[in-house]
């Protein structure tokens, strides 16, 4: 169960997403592999909207509360952080340069 916590963590919190995206899977034929990793994207997504802290997330849910939160989660939570916030600060240097 240990490599598809990600996947029935999906499945607790948007548990409609979940299904399509198990759906559309299966109907193209694609292997578990495939739909198990798919399955990181949308928690990165719920983990933005909810400032980041996927521990939080986890531990705020009574069905994942006593789960880890995958390392692999954790990293890919951390970087599309940085890389968010990289593009902010780009956007705020190039509008204020454009402002002169």
Known sequence: MRHYVHCYA???LDEEVSNELRRAFKERGENVGAWRQACYKPLVEIASLQGWDIDAIFN???RLSIWYVP????QLCHAERNTNAASSSVSVVTTHLHNF
């Open 10 to 12: 999906l499945h607790c």
């Open 71 to 74: 390392t692999k989660l954790r």
């Open 60 to 62: 705020a849910h009574p």
